[in-house]
C-alpha cells in the first residue's frame, strides 16, 4: 500500500515561498524528496495512448514531473542536491535544453540523460534552494508538449 503524500503546496514561480519552505526543512533533515507537477487546464490534457502504441510507449511525460532531492549527510559531509525531470524529449536533453535557452548551469553535472527515465542533474555546492527551482521549473516548461496554466504543486515525502 502506498503511504499518503506528507504535505502538498500549491505555488507558483513568481511566488514560491511555500515550495522554498519544504526544501528548506528537506534539506535541513538531509532526507525526503519533493515532486513538481504543472498544472493543466482539463481542455489542454493529452489523450491517453491507446492500443498498441500503449504498450510500446513505456513511460511518456507530455506533463513533465520535476524531482528535487537533498543532499544526504554522510561522513564525508553533505552531498549536493539533485534535481530530476520526466519527459517526453527524447534524446540528449541537457543539448536540447540549451537550444531552448535553459541550458544546465556552469558548475552543474548531468549524471543520467535517458529518454525514459528522464534527466538527473547534480548540483553545484552552494547553489542556493531559488535557483534550484527556478531552473526545474523552467526546464519543466520548455519541454511540456501542453499548455500548462503557471500554478504548481508541490507533493514533499520525507522519506526514510
Same mark, same amino acid.
Given at each position: 500500500m502506498r503511504r499518503p503524500p506528507d504535505e502538498t503546496v500549491t505555488f507558483t514561480p513568481e511566488e514560491p515561498s511555500p515550495a522554498l519552505a519544504q526544501m528548506d526543512r528537506l534539506a535541513a533533515?538531509?532526507?525526503?524528496?519533493?515532486n513538481f507537477?504543472?498544472?493543466v487546464r482539463e481542455e489542454d490534457m493529452p489523450d491517453p495512448p491507446v492500443g498498441l502504441a500503449s504498450l510500446l510507449?513505456?513511460?511518456?511525460?507530455?506533463?513533465p514531473v520535476g524531482t528535487w532531492v537533498p543532499g544526504k549527510l554522510t561522513r564525508g559531509g553533505v552531498e549536493c542536491d539533485t534535481l530530476?525531470? $520526466?519527459h517526453n524529449?527524447?534524446?540528449?536533453? +541537457? !543539448?536540447? &535544453?540549451? /537550444?531552448?535557452?535553459?541550458?544546465?548551469?556552469?558548475g552543474w553535472r548531468p549524471e543520467q540523460d535517458h529518454p525514459r527515465r528522464?534527466?538527473?542533474?547534480?548540483?553545484?555546492?552552494g547553489a542556493g534552494h531559488a535557483d $534550484?527551482?527556478?531552473?526545474?521549473?523552467?526546464? +519543466? !516548461?520548455? &519541454?511540456? /508538449?501542453?499548455?500548462l496554466t503557471g500554478t504548481w504543486q508541490a507533493t514533499v515525502r520525507l522519506g526514510r
Amino acid at each position: 500500500m502506498r503511504r499518503p503524500p506528507d504535505e502538498t503546496v500549491t505555488f507558483t514561480p513568481e511566488e514560491p515561498s511555500p515550495a522554498l519552505a519544504q526544501m528548506d526543512r528537506l534539506a535541513a533533515a538531509h532526507r525526503g524528496w519533493i515532486n513538481f507537477v504543472p498544472d493543466v487546464r482539463e481542455e489542454d490534457m493529452p489523450d491517453p495512448p491507446v492500443g498498441l502504441a500503449s504498450l510500446l510507449a513505456g513511460t511518456v511525460h507530455d506533463i513533465p514531473v520535476g524531482t528535487w532531492v537533498p543532499g544526504k549527510l554522510t561522513r564525508g559531509g553533505v552531498e549536493c542536491d539533485t534535481l530530476g525531470l $520526466q519527459h517526453n524529449a527524447g534524446t540528449r536533453t +541537457a !543539448a536540447r &535544453l540549451r /537550444t531552448l535557452g535553459v541550458a544546465v548551469p556552469d558548475g552543474w553535472r548531468p549524471e543520467q540523460d535517458h529518454p525514459r527515465r528522464g534527466l538527473v542533474v547534480r548540483v553545484a555546492a552552494g547553489a542556493g534552494h531559488a535557483d $534550484q527551482l527556478a531552473w526545474l521549473l523552467e526546464a +519543466a !516548461a520548455a &519541454l511540456s /508538449t501542453v499548455r500548462l496554466t503557471g500554478t504548481w504543486q508541490a507533493t514533499v515525502r520525507l522519506g526514510r
